[in-house]
């Protein structure tokens, strides 16, 4: 019988936690794919857009030589979606291979070959063909990409995080500790008697004592996300980034068609003369089609986002989810004593269940975590030997809560030794010297904590193989199990 009580009692108890975390598990599952599917969906809208409005105003030009615009959508879908793409390059790579086909179309009378083209490349950043548009369109992309696609992850990880971390494993001694608990009463004719609230929080932070010390890790990273949440809302803002993209594009097109002389004078001078064309090619006029301006959509003909709302109010929403997911993990056992299978209710201190008889409960509670389980005095706790599943999401929160700091600081972290020096390295914003360091930090990527929805980037990790990233890993997994 005690061993069916003892059963009972680590299902009871596995089940309480489970409802209680429900909540949190199920707002970081919907908020995750609410987002996703709105970048998801702003990307593909907003392509759909540039697309009907391109083929309206430059028609065959454009359609010829669609597949730029095109390979631009593939890139940053491919980004988003945890693809290893440098955005720096990626979009100076764009405006490149547009030079290349504009001063092709606005030349026509010539016969330009690839080798002229690769001379061309050369020449955009000292000629600026297209204005201010390509840097300053590069700065708020760059930030935009990295923030929803780092908030995207950190919402992965915290639902995973939440979902492994609510799956409690009980130790024998906490089975002992349930069982008498909840069903002790029952033998001794005390069905209806509940046990003291100081009594089951002591076999609640005996049980949980592991899930506790999550808990400094778990605010800190929620405190991460809702700082990279705030650049959502303003300067990083994706949604206004992205819907006014094709207007922008076409404002670097005119300025290229506005300076065409002059940037092709430049070019000759540099690449030298290329050789007339046929009269067959040059009489086709293929610029005039150019001299159309270009007409963006008004808001109200704009398509709409996922889900039918924007992204501040998403944000705003999860803001607030997130807010009061703080301090969760150290405060359960309180959640759980005050389940209504527990709760004393209106009862008096004295009249209460308090693991030998009905009266009063007299040991003092015990503080949060596994060093302070020591001297529990109802449930024996090993405090020299951490639940390594509790350690590992311990590892994974920090991981993320490093990529979330960089995000918020414009930066990508997979690619901080790729670019110049005064761009914060494939990243749209410069790195002052208040930026977190990732050195500390980014070995522990290695290490099996969570089931990334996404793939990770190739060559996020090869840190993990110098002798100085072995070494960081290794004394941050001590100080964990110390």
């Known amino acids: 019988m005690e061993d069916k009580f003892g059963q009972q009692g680590k299902l009871d108890f596995e089940t309480l936690v489970d409802e209680i975390s429900h909540n949190l598990r199920s707002t970081f599952v919907s908020r995750h794919k609410r987002f996703d599917e709105f970048f998801l969906e702003l990307l593909e809208n907003t392509e759909r857009s540039l697309n009907e409005m391109f083929v309206k105003t430059y028609g065959k030009p454009y359609m010829q030589n669609s597949e730029v615009f095109e390979n631009l959508f593939a890139e940053l879908k491919r980004y988003y979606t945890g693809g290893n793409v440098n955005l720096e390059e990626m979009l100076n790579d764009f405006w490149s291979r547009l030079l290349e086909r504009m001063f092709s179309l606005l030349n026509s009378q010539y016969v330009i070959t690839e080798d002229y083209l690769e001379c061309i490349s050369k020449y955009t950043d000292e000629l600026k063909p ?226 030998h008889s009905r009266g009063r409960y007299f040991p003092e509670v015990q503080k949060d975590g596994l060093t302070n389980q020591a001297t529990n005095p109802e449930v024996e706790v090993d405090i020299t030997r951490p639940d390594t599943n509790i350690r590992q999401q311990i590892m994974a929160l920090r991981v993320m809560t490093n990529k979330l700091k960089n995000a918020y600081n414009g930066n990508d972290i997979y690619f901080q030794d790729s670019g110049d020096e005064s761009s914060g390295s494939g990243s749209g914003s410069g790195c002052t010297d208040d930026c977190p360091t990732t050195e500390a930090t980014s070995p522990a990527s290695e290490a099996p904590v969570v089931e990334a929805d996404r793939s990770e980037p190739v060559g996020a990790s090869s840190s993990l193989h110098t002798p100085t990233a072995l070494l960081l890993w290794a004394l941050t997994l001590l100080q964990q199990w110390r």
Not at 243 to 255: F, G, L, T
Not at 324 to 350: H, I, M, Q, Y
């Open 130 to 355: 297209f204005g201010d548009v390509p840097r300053k369109l590069k700065a708020q992309v760059t930030r935009a990409f990295i923030a929803a696609r780092t908030f995207v992850q950190g919402l992965s990880v915290g639902r995973e995080v939440a979902q492994r971390v609510a799956k409690v494993s009980s130790t024998a001694s906490c089975i002992r500790a349930l069982t008498r608990l909840m069903y002790c009463p029952y033998c001794q004719g005390m069905p209806s008697v509940k046990p003291c609230g100081n009594y089951c929080l002591n076999v609640m932070k005996g049980c949980l004592a592991n899930q506790a010390d999550l808990d400094p890790e778990w605010n800190q990273y929620i405190d991460a996300l809702l700082l990279v949440a705030q650049r959502l809302e303003g300067p990083f803002n994706i949604e206004s980034v992205m819907e006014p993209i094709d207007v922008k594009i076409s404002e670097a097109i005119m300025n290229m068609q506005d300076n065409s002389a002059q940037v092709s004078y430049r070019v000759f001078q540099g690449c030298g003369q290329p050789k007339p064309a046929g009269m067959s090619r040059s009489a086709r006029g293929v610029s005039d089609v150019f001299t159309a301006r270009f007409k963006p959509y008004s808001p109200e003909e704009r398509p709409t986002t996922a889900a039918g709302t924007s992204l501040d109010r998403l944000v705003a929403d999860i803001k607030e989810k997130l807010k009061t997911s703080k301090k969760f993990w150290s405060g359960l056992p309180d959640l759980v004593c005050a389940a209504e299978r527990l709760k004393p209710g209106n009862s008096s201190e004295d009249d209460c269940w308090n693991g």
